[in-house]
Every structure is written in C-alpha cells, then in structure tokens.
C-alpha cells in the first residue's frame, strides 16, 4: 500500500478501525491466526509504506477467508460502510501496490 498526498494519518485510521476490527473478529472465530499493518519507507526495491499481512492456519481456512470476511462485514455495516477520517474515501489516501499469497515452508515462535 502507497499513501497517498501525506494522507498517513488517514490510512491508518481507515485500517485500524475497518480492517484490525475485521481481524479482531476473525481472531476471535479462529477464522485467522495473526495479523500485521507493517510501516516501512519506499525504496528502490518497491514503492510503497505499507504492508498488510493476515496469516492462516492453513489452506483450508485461506480458501474460506473470502466467504467469511464478507459474513464479518455484514455484521459491522449497520452504520452504512466503512469508517473515515476527515470524510477522504481509500482513494484519496491509499494507492494499492500489490497482493501476495504466500506458503509457509517452516517457522518457529
């Protein structure tokens, strides 16, 4: 994710009461096991600031994640869409530079 104009403050205002609560509830429903907003500075290896990582416990919950998502989402529009600073749309703040499905060959806590 690319911020757009300096609009920092309102992507991660966007993110933090939109996508964490998404992911809080997904948490909660075993749906997901972690999630990350990670910030970093453009450089020559790629061009954005932000980094969103939701990690699965496996293929099968990765291949349900679209279907429950959407049932979570359902859930929190009772105020008629997402939440907003300062009334700027994602657009306006946000440039979406890539997405990436990854494996996990191993790890370790």
């Known amino acids: 994710m690319k911020v757009v104009d300096g609009n920092r403050d309102e992507l991660i205002y966007y993110?933090?009461?939109n996508?964490?609560?998404l992911r809080d509830m997904a948490l909660e429903r075993e749906y997901i096991?972690?999630?990350e907003l990670l910030e970093t500075e453009a450089d020559s290896t790629g061009d954005f600031d932000i980094l969103l990582i939701t990690r699965?416990?496996?293929q099968e919950a990765y291949e349900k994640a679209e279907e429950r998502f959407q049932g979570l989402i359902r859930q929190i529009q009772t105020d008629?869409?997402?939440k907003l600073m300062n009334e700027l749309?994602?657009?306006q703040f946000r440039d979406?530079?890539?997405s990436r499905t990854?494996?996990?060959v191993f790890s370790g806590s």
């Open 15 to 17: 993110y933090e009461n």
């Open 19 to 21: 996508w964490k609560v």
């Open 33 to 35: 096991i972690s999630y």
């Open 56 to 58: 699965y416990k496996n």
């Open 80 to 82: 008629g869409g997402p």
């Open 89 to 91: 749309t994602p657009p």
């Open 96 to 98: 979406w530079k890539f």
């Open 102 to 104: 990854t494996k996990t």
